[in-house]
């Protein structure tokens, strides 16, 4: 599968946390990439990083956010309202 202009690659971060290598994969092949084992290990790298998350680039990937957006259900409902079927709860 190779990227198409206007498309957008739909990788839900339940899915990544749940089987990152798969999901990795998909993104790398959607890109028309070559897959490297590094891709999986992408906080383990020396180097600089401008962001300020700086941490956050430097950590494994983690599941202690899935369904965190659950805590602001009631705050948040208008807008999974208005997303009707996009969002999925």
């Known amino acids: ?3 198409r202009p206007g498309r957008i690659f739909e990788n839900r971060y339940e899915a990544l946390v749940e089987n990152q290598e798969e999901q990795s994969r998909r993104l790398i ?3 028309g990439l070559p897959w490297d084992e590094a891709c999986l290990r992408f906080f383990d790298r020396s180097g600089s990083v401008n ?3 700086n941490w956050q680039v430097r950590q494994p990937i ?3 956010s899935v369904k965190r ?3 602001y259900e009631s705050e948040i409902q208008p807008l999974i309202d208005a ?3 996009l969002a999925e709860t």
Do not use: R, V
Request: no cysteine.
């Open 1 to 3: 599968m190779s990227p």
């Open 29 to 31: 092949d959607y890109l």
């Open 51 to 53: 962001t300020y998350s």
């Open 62 to 64: 983690y599941t202690s």
């Open 69 to 71: 957006w659950k805590n």
């Open 83 to 85: 997303l009707g079927d």
